[in-house]
């Protein structure tokens, strides 16, 4: 269920110039404001958990989600390569999974270390914060890159809603409107920031962690699995 082939050219294709520095503009900033905050008040819990919760998890995470989750594969459905890979002795199964897999470990790359980074600067990973959220992202990172994977096969406006999906659904709805909290990929993973942190800290999720690992596993397994779906009934040259 892996090519190592398919792997290489989707790195290439998400790990491009361009796309490179736009996948490397947010933790740099992220890694700024915490220098920035750390030099001008110490250390501090709660600001801590304001920038990693409220920038990080909430905005950061989901947009380098949306960048390698669709760029994995939206782009070859829109300008018609995916017509050549798909041509090849390959199981479309097999391109899903790969593709998942790459856009996965390039979400968790840009994501877990910058936040753990800038946990120990802002407080020093005190009451375990920077680690919780690191935790968090990770297994968000899995979920957005799933999501996202799902949705470059469906829409040729794949980013756009991508975009509309992390800026508005997980930043804005899902920090502040209780229903949507429920359907939030950032609530499901805020649960084990929860679990993770110590006592003290000021993390809560309006999901409990038994119903948060239920839903990050199905919104994984279901994305994929319907991905697959997609790129299965794809209708290229040559098919009966």
């Keep these: ?18 796309r490179a520095l736009v996948l490397l503009a947010l933790p740099t900033l992220l890694l700024v404001i915490a220098v920035v905050i750390r030099a001008l008040g110490g250390a501090d819990d709660r600001a801590a ?5 409220g920038f990080a998890l909430a905005s950061m995470v989901p947009l380098i989600g949306v960048i390698a989750g669709t ?12 017509v050549y890979l798909l041509s090849k002795p390959i199981s479309r199964r097999t391109i899903i999974t790969t593709k998942l897999l790459v856009a996965i470990s390039v979400t968790l790359a840009f994501t877990t270390t910058p936040i753990l980074l800038a946990g120990m600067i802002l407080n020093d990973n005190s009451q375990q ?11 968000a990172s899995v979920a957005y890159s799933a999501v996202f994977l799902l949705l470059g096969t469906v829409s040729r406006n794949a980013v756009v809603f991508g975009l509309v999906y992390a800026l508005v659904w997980e930043a804005l709805f899902g920090s502040l409107v209780p229903g949507a909290r429920t359907l939030s ?8 920031a929860e679990r993770v942190a110590a006592d003290g800290a000021d993390i809560t999720s309006d999901v409990a962690l038994p ?3 239920i839903l990050l596993a199905a919104a994984t397994v279901l994305g994929t699995w319907y991905a697959g779906e997609r790129l299965r009934v794809l209708k290229v040259a040559g098919d009966a």
């Design 71 to 82: 760029g994995a594969i939206a782009p070859e459905i829109d300008d018609g390569s995916i």
């Design 185 to 192: 990929i950032q609530q499901w993973s805020l649960a084990l």
């Design 49 to 53: 958990t304001e920038i990693l919760g």
């Design 211 to 213: 119903t948060a690992l």
């Design 129 to 139: 914060i920077g680690s919780a959220y690191t935790v968090a992202a990770g297994v």
């Design 1 to 18: 269920m892996y090519n190592s082939t398919v792997a290489r050219l989707t790195y290439r294709a998400l790990l491009g110039r361009r």
